[in-house]
């Protein structure tokens, strides 16, 4: 397994807790997600400024094959589509009349289905309607509505979540950490009716804190977030291949505990996302510990 180390440089922040990285081509668009907003990050200036407001604590961020921007509201308890000019469309907020959890992570697939996760996260827990936390996708219909469907019924908290580039797998990121739960990658077989087969657990994390979010090299490798420093080795790149072989780890040493913009003392030290940028797809944003990082690397990310 190689250890050679990645260096990761802080380029924006400290802000509260960031999350869902995603590269527009230019910039690097991440979430803030207490303080409600999306934020911009330029390469070429090394300025952050505020790309969106009033984002209902948005957390994962997805463009789809048409470059417009999607958003797991986790305040909002939706799946949103944010508009060139400004709007907002809900997707999907409700399962069998049922408002969702806090969705938190999504992809695309080739047919342009949402495949998202409904954990439950965030000070709702009264407030809850659905009596599972599981995979769900939204089904684009001719009439410009969706319709969702339960994908899976043996997540407890699904977290991080990918399509394979032959769109023959979904992986999952089971991120109920602690004693007596499920910290494991999963894949699961996507089968020719669109429904899923048994899983398989690539990699067991068990019991420290596994995968948060992750994402797809050129090879079909998955790079994932994950670990911390209350237990186990620490913040840490993982490179899984396919078959879920750990290849590459990438230690990221984040920035002590500090006040953010508004003063306030930011959590540091929980590695949560990642996505690939630059001119050539070979530069890993991550998001960490209230902060944006990245590194260069020798792998590269899918166009």
Known sequence: MATNSW???????????????????EVVLFTDIPNNRIMRYNPQTGKT????????????????????????????????????DGSRDIIVDRFEGKRLNSPNDLAFDDQGRIWFTDPRYGDRIDDLELDHQSVLRADPKPD???LLQRMTFDTVKPNGILISPDQSRLYVAES??????????????????????????????????????????????????????????GSMIYVFSPRGRVTETHPIDLVQPESDESGKLFPGGIVTNCAFGG?????????????????ETHRQGIA
């Open 7 to 25: 260096i990761f440089e802080r380029v924006s922040g400290p802000f509260s807790f960031t999350e869902g990285p995603a590269w527009t081509g």
């Open 49 to 84: 400024d505020v790309f969106r407001e009033a984002t209902n604590e948005a957390n994962g961020l997805m463009f789809d094959q048409h470059g417009q921007l999607y958003a797991c509201e986790g305040g909002g308890r939706c799946i949103a589509r944010y508009n060139a």
């Open 144 to 146: 410009g509505n969706w």
């Open 176 to 233: 109920n950490y602690g004693l007596g739960n499920n910290t494991e990658l999963r894949a699961y077989p996507i089968n020719s009716d669109g429904g899923l087969g048994e899983c398989e657990i690539l990699h067991n994390f068990y019991p420290h804190r596994g995968i948060d979010g992750m994402t797809l090299d050129n090879q079909g490798n998955i790079v994932a977030t994950a670990g911390w420093e209350q237990s186990g080795p």
């Open 279 to 295: 001119i050539d797809l070979r530069t890993l944003y991550v998001t960490a510990g209230g902060c944006l990082y990245r590194a």
